[in-house]
């Protein structure tokens, strides 16, 4: 085993290295044009971008061979970062350091080398641009000054490279938990729909008793037929109003300032990371622009038919939901893996979500496909598609 030196400042030199995450990964044309510039000034067939690893060097660029690697200790550049700046051997053969290397007695028979290290911000020399050639050479003072300054060039390169990496997980990060945060956002306004829909329910329950209890009482009350149906009239008047209020406190477009189809998205990602199914979503046609009722309707019906696959064993391993908007709104929701698809508490939301549909004077279908695939099929008339 042939020895080589180790920098004093070894051990923060390979965590600054791993931290950039270059080891290993494929090509990149600037990187490949630095080698072919180091080549063309130093006149040499063969040049490289030597990364130094633990136990070996790693070619991030390389012109003029075909090996992506090779053992540290047979490396001429594992010198070259322990020595510092631009190193140059106008004969291998001459340098006991390196006369008895494979690579020199072997039959890539090298004799030249010239490497200029890469350096890190914060000073490690984590590689070299070197140029080798199979014939003794010399180099001017303008090729060293070059072969320095594409050294130069390497190493702003992987800071750039360190960077724009930075920013881009930094990116990630904050959509992500942007994405989290209108999720939260919407479980919060689904409850306090909630709690308004319930609300109202007994406003409405309330107000339809009361006038119920006035009809039947007519006979017997001191009133005339005007002030029983003035008071009703009163009471129904009342009722539509709440109803008008309930859908737009409900409607899932009134709060948060992000378009229906992209809460919908949201709701579907998390339903998918909660319950490891694969979740695929269509939509044509603008969401926004069916009337607030049909919306909310449309948000309830597909949550329920997703919360319902809960009481399937195992896993829906795929789900595809397609909504398709003209004169009629159109909601195909079809699973793969379900197994027992009405059965228990899933009759139960199937039935809610048939009734839902006749409330808007639309029919929902779940049905069979094959052995393990249902398929809900929605359709609501829409005589209207507005915002009003």
């Not at 590689?127 to 180099?139: E, S, Y």
């Not at 696959?309 to 929701?333: C, F, M, P, R, T």
């Not at 508490?345 to 029919?363: A, D, P, W």
């Not at 099929?377 to 009003?388: A, E, F, G, R, Y």
Request: aromatic letters at 6%; hydrophobic letters at 35%.
């Amino acid at each position: 085993m042939y020895s080589y030196p180790l920098p004093v400042n070894e051990k923060e030199r390979l965590e600054e290295l791993y931290s950039l995450d270059i080891l290993d990964t494929p090509e990149e044309e600037e990187y490949n044009s630095l080698v072919e510039l180091a080549a063309f000034v130093t006149g040499c067939p063969t040049s490289v971008i030597s990364i130094i690893d633990k136990e070996r060097q790693w070619f991030k660029a390389k012109k003029g061979i075909q090996v992506k690697q090779t053992p540290r200790a047979e490396a001429v550049c594992a010198h070259t970062i322990v020595h510092g700046e631009l190193m140059v051997i106008e004969d291998l053969t001459s340098d006991n350091r390196f006369s008895n290397q494979p690579f020199v007695k072997g039959v890539e028979g090298i004799r030249f080398y010239a490497g200029a290290p890469i350096y890190s911000p914060s000073g490690h020399a984590l590689g070299t641009v070197c140029a080798v050639d199979k014939k003794p050479r010399q180099l001017t003072e303008s090729q060293c000054k070059a072969l320095n300054a594409i050294a130069l060039q390497a190493s702003k390169l992987l800071e750039l490279k360190r960077r724009a990496r930075q920013v881009f997980f930094q990116t990630k990060q904050a959509l992500q938990l942007e994405k989290h945060t209108l999720q939260y956002q919407i479980r919060q306004q689904q409850e306090e729909n909630e709690l308004i829909g319930n609300e109202l329910h007994e406003n409405l329950a309330q107000s339809v008793t009361a006038a119920l209890h006035i009809l039947k009482l007519s006979g017997t009350l001191p009133l005339s037929k005007e002030d029983v149906i003035s008071r009703v009239e009163r009471i129904l008047d009342n009722v539509l109003g709440n109803l008008r209020q309930l859908s737009n406190a409900i409607s899932p477009t009134d709060s948060l300032n992000v378009g229906s189809e992209e809460k919908l998205k949201l709701l579907l990602e998390e339903f998918s990371d909660n319950s490891g199914s694969i979740v695929t979503f269509k939509c044509n046609g603008d969401l926004d622009k069916l009337n607030p009722e049909k919306l909310s309707h449309l948000f309830r019906i597909i949550m329920d038919h997703l919360h319902s696959y809960e009481q399937v064993e195992g896993i829906i391993q795929k789900i595809y939901i397609q909504i398709n908007i003209g004169l009629n709104l159109d909601l195909q929701i079809t699973a793969d893996g379900d197994q027992n698809y009405l059965t228990g508490k899933r009759m139960i939301v199937y039935n809610s979500i048939k009734h839902r549909c006749e409330m808007l004077l639309g029919t929902a279908f779940l049905e069979r496909v094959g052995l393990k695939t249902s398929t809900l099929k929605v359709q609501i008339p829409l005589t209207q598609i507005s915002n009003n």
